[in-house]
């Protein structure tokens, strides 16, 4: 069974008017926006991600990736699939972002590979 990288995805997270936080690495300001739940999820699932501070050390650049399997398995999921679906699952109960840092998204972010 052969494997391809697919659907890339990248945000900014840049913190709401409640916060001025200079972050000191990007753990830290993941932790500073995502839940734990949330982090879990990006380890998880993705099978390629890179997370950045921005220049100003106040926000935080993300990219990620999935891997698609070649199979003719019609019981498969892709892992984007799974993100997605634990994503909202975890969104709809308010634990994906870590309260009350909730971000100001930038949806239409440059990936980072």
């Known amino acids: 069974m052969a494997s ?3 659907n890339k995805l990248s945000k900014i997270y840049n ?4 916060s001025n936080q200079i972050f000191n690495n990007t ?4 932790q500073f926006f995502l839940t734990d739940k949330a982090i879990e999820t990006f ?9 950045r501070l921005t220049d ?3 926000s935080l650049h993300w990219t990620i990736s999935f891997e698609l399997l070649t199979t003719n398995d019609p019981n498969y999921i892709p892992n984007s699939d ?7 699952s975890i969104t709809s109960e308010d634990k994906w972002f870590q ?15």
């Not at 753990?27 to 993941?30: D, E, I, Q, R, S």
């Open 82 to 88: 799974l993100w997605r679906d634990s994503k909202s």
């Open 56 to 58: 100003d050390k106040k």
């Open 4 to 6: 391809v990288e697919v």
């Open 27 to 30: 753990l830290h300001a993941k």
């Open 15 to 18: 913190q709401n008017s409640k």
């Open 99 to 113: 309260h009350p840092n909730h971000p100001i998204i930038k949806h239409d972010a440059e990936h980072l590979f």
């Open 43 to 51: 380890d998880k699932f993705c099978y390629r991600q890179r997370f």
